[in-house]
């Protein structure tokens, strides 16, 4: 089980991770090194994202 003081701040951690990653992908170049980088923390922020709503979701049932 996931404590909801910690459920919170990883959301709240995730969704800050995603939502910077995305504003920054458009001034990014694509060939560039930073663009990958960016790409990679956004889909770390999904990841988190999704394993907060898979814990909630599986503690409730």
């Excluded at 919170?8 to 504003?23: D, R, Y």
């Amino acid at each position: 089980m996931i404590a909801a003081e910690l459920g919170k701040a990883i959301f709240a951690i995730g969704a800050m991770i995603l939502s910077m990653s995305l504003l920054l992908l458009p001034f990014l170049d694509r060939n560039s090194a930073e663009f990958f980088v960016t790409v990679f923390a956004a889909l770390i922020g999904v990841l988190m994202l999704a394993l907060v709503a898979v814990a909630v979701r599986s503690q409730r049932h």
